[in-house]
Nanobody, 122 residues
Framework: QVQLVESGGGLVQAGGSLRLSCVVS????????MGWFRQAPGKEREFVGA????????YYADSVKGRFTISRDNAKNTVYLQMNSLKPEDTAVYYC???????????????WGQGTQVTVSS
């Protein structure tokens, strides 16, 4: 099994920054990539970005490109989502997920964290 624990969410004003963390533990097979997703009330879960553990390649949704940055610390088994220039429309529950590839579809990820709330006030 793979366990993921997110932290770092909170309330921030528009234009501010937050950094989310996702600590991963458990088996390594099947989790070559980590994804970040978000879900706002009444909306479907949305791809934010992903990173491949081994080489560090990152991928982003157009809506966050240039504002959000994903990084990883292999020694700490931790993935980060640095969010800058936050907008009210970034308000959502943010989830990290682990899977065999850096995909944009939620169904491609087998393991999920519990989510952390990010609220951006205008």
């Amino acid at each position: 099994q793979v366990q993921l624990v997110e932290s770092g969410g909170g309330l921030v004003q528009a234009g501010g920054s937050l950094r989310l963390s996702c600590v991963v533990s458990g088996r390594t097979i099947g989790r070559a990539a980590m994804g970040w997703f978000r879900q706002a009330p009444g909306k479907e879960r949305e791809f934010v970005g992903a990173i491949r553990w081994s080489v560090g390649y990152t991928y982003y949704a157009d809506s966050v490109k240039g504002r959000f940055t994903i990084s990883r610390d292999n020694a700490k088994n931790t993935v980060y989502l640095q969010m800058n220039s936050l907008k009210p429309e970034d308000t959502a529950v943010y989830y990290c997920a682990a899977g065999p590839r850096a995909a944009t579809y939620a169904n491609d990820y087998a393991y999920w964290g519990q989510g952390t709330q990010v609220t951006v006030s205008s």
